[in-house]
């Protein structure tokens, strides 16, 4: 598992705790996510953007 992080506004997807309120549960792949999928905080970085910065 790894965490992703947009690099505009700092958020952060941990792929063991996935994204509850966006519809994606735990152990939910960043790969697996939605091709359009944006940062659901700021709305303006896209999938490519993120950066892995660690594992989880």
Do not use: Q, W
Request: hydrophobic fraction near 20%.
């Amino acid at each position: 598992m790894a965490i992703y992080e947009c690099p505009g506004c700092h958020y952060r997807y941990d792929e063991e705790l996935g994204d509850e309120h966006e519809g994606y549960p735990p152990s939910t792949l960043f790969e697996n996510l939605p091709d359009d999928f944006i940062c659901p905080d700021c709305g303006v970085r896209y999938k490519e953007d993120f950066e892995r910065v660690s594992d989880s």
